[in-house]
């Protein structure tokens, strides 16, 4: 082998060791970052999703024979939580741009901790309503804040499967929540409380504790971390830096309106709504559903596990595929006609087996992909304020669908018109997210003949920082 043919093998050869090197410190960095964040956050988005969800266990467990709840009475009650609860999350996410998300998150989790546990001296409707209400406001800022949380430590390409990860929880609240109904419920008389009351006391003390803990336990930034030696924060926010397309990471009220403003951001909203309809219509009611398949309530608690164990295990299946491909539209419409075969199978089969297992199906096409929209959302806007803004958005809105959910399932056993009206909605989800990954495309191409036509490279980014996702450098995931 000639002298220069050997030194061009051996360059070769280095490069490809320096990147093999790069992107196992990469791998190295990130699993850290999991270790230290994931498992926390996750623990929070349980709590939440359990206090919010077990009015739906409670029901089962004999609150609506107490509390008189006949008519619409438990469907208003339900719905009530989604109206402050949409409406507060963009203040709220605004709120932890401007304080510490470890004082903020923690402070908040206290407020919606102390609520539940009071829930349990409920004792009228009109309780139940103004409570249900006061816990939508003070819940209002944990899945935005976490999500908008997530993306502060991790780049785009890496968010799907986190984002799935801290999702995952709220699947698991809901097998959590009927195997804990099942035994608090036996409490009943105990201190002259029902069952049903004990349900509320105990779940909302336990996040009173863990509320306390976090203020010791989470972090605010990369910046910051203590668990970062000052060689792996220099490289964490080298990664991000880059990840930014060097975007703007401060606070001013145009990114907010950049937010506001942008006809994506709705059509994220849309698709994200068509999946959350089924999604709280499954947490509210999927006892329900099984009791009056013929079940006894105590086992439509224990029944009610399965089709949330599934759902959690498809939906951090795909966060990860959908990272490992780069791709996110795909998945949801795979989920989502998933979710819509499961529903025909309710709609069409009386059976308890054959019903029983369209409930499976249809939570795990909900649920699994829930995490990818929030990851296609974030991850297509630009600008750290803007992102914080439009995931509150998406989600905000997006959670007025809870309402619809409340009020659907009111013709039981078969419940037509529940089943038929999240059809519906998953119809639009699939339709609504071929649109955007065409138009995605489509914007991505106009992007990139600006770039060669006016010789737009990397080194003028710097023009483009205060235009979020609307500058000619940035592109959108598909």
């Not at 139940?128 to 804040?145: I, M, S």
């Not at 999500?147 to 801290?166: D, G, K, V």
């Not at 698991?172 to 002259?192: D, P, R, T």
């Not at 605010?220 to 990840?243: G, H, I, K, N, Q």
């Amino acid at each position: 082998m000639s002298p220069s043919l050997q030194l061009s093998v051996d360059d070769e050869k280095g490069v490809v060791e320096t990147v093999g090197a790069r992107d196992a410190e990469r791998a190295r960095l990130l699993r850290k970052l999991d270790w230290h964040l994931l498992p926390f956050v996750s623990l929070l988005y349980l709590l939440s999703f359990l206090d919010r969800a077990n009015v739906g266990n409670a029901r089962v467990a004999g609150m609506s024979t107490d509390l008189n709840l006949v008519g619409f009475r438990y469907n208003i009650a339900a719905a009530v939580f989604f109206i402050p609860y949409s409406l507060a999350e963009v203040p709220s996410n605004i709120a932890l741009k401007l304080f510490r998300p470890s004082r903020w998150i923690p402070a908040i989790m206290v407020a919606w901790g102390l609520i539940m546990t009071l829930m349990c001296l409920v004792n009228t409707y009109r309780g139940l309503v103004v409570a249900r209400t006061f816990l939508g406001l003070a819940e209002a800022g944990l899945f935005p804040g976490v999500n908008y949380y997530i993306s502060l430590w991790y780049p785009r390409a890496e968010r799907s499967m986190r984002i799935a990860i801290f999702f995952s929880a709220a699947t698991i609240s809901g097998a959590f929540g009927g195997v804990l109904a099942y035994f608090i419920e036996k409490m009943e008389g105990i201190g002259g409380l029902h069952g049903w009351q004990w349900i509320f006391c105990l779940e909302g003390l336990v996040t009173i504790v863990v509320a306390f803990t976090a203020f010791f336990f989470m972090y605010d930034c990369p910046e910051t971390a203590s668990f970062f030696t000052e060689a792996e924060r220099c490289y964490v926010m080298d990664l991000l830096r880059e990840d930014s397309n060097g975007l703007a990471t401060h606070y001013d009220f145009q990114f907010v309106l950049q937010a506001f403003r942008d006809y994506k951001t709705y059509v994220q909203i849309g698709i994200y709504m068509g999946l959350l309809v089924p999604g709280y219509a499954i947490l509210l009611f999927t006892p329900t559903i099984i009791n009056e398949l013929g079940f006894s309530a105590a086992n439509a608690q224990l029944l009610s596990v399965p089709p949330f164990v599934t759902g959690c295990i498809f939906t951090i299946l795909v966060g990860i595929y959908s990272d490992k491909h780069q791709l996110r539209g795909p998945y949801v419409i795979g989920g989502a006609f998933v979710s819509l075969l499961g529903y025909i199978v309710l709609y069409t089969q009386s059976s308890p087996g054959a019903s029983y297992a369209g409930t499976i199906i249809a939570a795990a096409g909900a649920f699994a992909p829930v995490a990818v929209i929030l990851a296609w959302a974030g991850s297509n806007a630009g600008g750290e304020m803007k992102r914080g803004v439009v995931i509150a958005m998406v989600i905000g809105l997006g959670n007025l669908g809870g309402i619809c959910s409340s009020f659907i399932y009111i013709d039981p056993p078969r419940f037509h018109i529940g089943h038929g009206t999240i059809m519906g909605w998953l119809t639009l989800s699939i339709l609504l997210s071929f649109f955007a990954m065409w138009d995605y495309k489509r914007i991505n191409k106009q992007k990139e003949r600006l770039c060669l036509e006016h010789g737009i490279t990397e080194d003028r980014r710097d023009e483009f920082r205060d235009m979020g996702d609307g500058s000619p450098l940035f592109r959108y995931t598909i």
